[in-house]
Structures are given as C-alpha cells and as structure tokens.
Nanobody, 115 residues
Framework: QVQLVESGGGLVQPGGSLRLSCAAS????????MAWHRQAPGKQRELVAA???????DYKDSLKGRFTISRDNAKKTVYLQMNSLKPEDTAVYYC?????????WGQGTQVTVSS
C-alpha cells in the first residue's frame, strides 16, 4: 500500500506564494502518474495539475501560469508551486497518483488565502 503525505499548506495573503509537497512511500514512485486536486467548501473536488512519469504536465486551464507541478523521483515527492494566490484558491489540496491517477490519495492540506 502506498501512502501519500501532503505538507506545506497554511495561511497566506492574497498575492503570496506557497509550495505544497506530497511525499510517497513505496518503491515505484518514478513510474507513477501524480496529481494535485483541490476542494473548496461547498464545491466538488477538481483536478488542479498532473505530471506523468516522464515529466509531462497538464493543468486546469484557469490556473496555467500561476501553478506549477513538478516531481523529484529521488525524493519520491511531487510539488505544487502556487504563485499570485487569490482568495478563491482557498481549499483543501490533495495529491493522488499511482499506476492510475486515482489509485492512492493523501489526507489533504488546507490552503487559506486571506488578508
């Protein structure tokens, strides 16, 4: 069983930046597709960004240019760099991944954008 543990969330002012991390257990991380999702209060969970085992990335259209997903296979970690944060980015952020995108999930980390 693979465990995913997110970290890096917190309170940030509008216009600020945060970097989320998702550390994976197990020995097959480099072959996994990984992704970040978010769920705002009262809204459905949405896919934010994904990265394949080969490093190809894809993003929710409205977040392109502000969010960047990356991975470090040696550290078995996927990152989400979030810049120019807005109050509407407030949500619980989850990572997922595996052979399939939704095989494994982390517990989530809260991001709050507020002045």
């Amino acid at each position: 069983q693979v465990q995913l543990v997110e970290s890096g969330g917190g309170l940030v002012q509008p216009g600020g930046s945060l970097r989320l991390s998702c550390a994976a257990s197990g020995s097959h991380f480099s072959s996994y597709v990984m992704a970040w999702h978010r769920q705002a209060p009262g809204k459905q969970r949405e896919l934010v960004a994904a990265v394949t085992s080969g490093g190809n990335t894809d993003y929710k259209d409205s977040l392109k240019g502000r969010f960047t997903i990356s991975r470090d296979n040696a550290k078995k970690t996927v990152y989400l760099q979030m810049n120019s944060l807005k109050p509407e980015d407030t949500a619980v952020y989850y990572c997922s991944g595996g052979v399939g995108l939704y095989d494994y999930w982390g517990q989530g980390t809260q991001v709050t954008v507020s002045s």
